[in-house]
């Protein structure tokens, strides 16, 4: 495999720590991302471990590079970060995998196994920024989707208003009300008033005393 790291004392870390693992060989290291795609058309090492903030190239367009010109070789992002930016920046540049520097030394080991493997690799931190992404483009789908009676109803509903004051409120009927409750529990997956109420506060629809 290949060390990408811009600072010495971290590439001599890592390898001292995979040393130990007689099925993980070191073959080279690089200081920044333009030698990366250097040894890497060089070396054709298996996985390259990488990380992000680099001199002249930094490691997402190395990724770019190594992973069009050499699809045998797969990469494993290290970086200090572990936001959703990050993240999704290291999958769309064709990375097998990303791994935060706070992982331990046991975490490192299995991510480069994986990724020799052809799996992929995302740290649990990583997953959970990418879950929590998603989770919120979901929720902003859903909450664009109501009319603007739905969300009307929604904030009186969480507010604790009663079927029966929220149908004299709009001069609708109580069975109206039911069914735009009804429509709203199905498109935002709610069930209960305490969920309305969370929803509602995450949307700025109403504010809850702290």
Do not use: W
């Not at 720590?17 to 690089?30: F, R, W």
């Not at 009319?147 to 509903?157: A, F, G, N, Q, Y």
């Not at 069914?179 to 995450?202: C, P, Q, W």
Request: aromatic fraction near 4%; glycine fraction near 6%; charged fraction near 30%.
């Amino acid at each position: 495999m290949l060390i990408v790291d811009d600072h010495a004392i971290l590439r001599e870390g890592i390898r001292s720590l995979l040393s130990s693992h007689d099925d993980i060989e070191v073959v080279g290291e690089a200081a920044d991302g333009r030698e990366a795609v250097e040894l890497a058309r060089k070396l054709k090492p298996d996985v390259v471990l990488t990380d992000i903030a680099m001199p002249l190239m930094d490691g997402l367009e190395a990724t770019r590079r190594i992973t069009k010109d050499y699809p045998g070789t797969r990469v494993l992002i290290l970086t200090q970060y572990d936001n959703k930016e990050y993240v999704v920046s290291s999958v769309r540049a064709g990375s097998a995998g990303c791994l935060p520097k706070r992982a331990v030394a046991s975490e490192l080991v299995m991510a480069i196994r994986a990724v020799y493997r052809g799996e992929s690799f995302l740290h649990p931190s990583a997953a959970k920024a990418l879950m929590d992404d998603y989770m919120k483009s979901v929720e902003k789908d859903s909450f664009e989707r109501l009319s603007d009676r739905e969300r009307e109803i929604l904030k009186l509903v969480a507010e604790g208003r009663t079927n029966r004051e929220i149908a004299a409120m709009l001069n609708i009927s109580v069975k109206t009300v039911l069914g735009h409750r009804t429509s709203l529990m199905e498109k935002l997956d709610i069930h209960n008033r305490t969920e309305f109420i969370k929803y509602a506060v995450r949307k700025g629809l109403i504010v809850v005393d702290m």
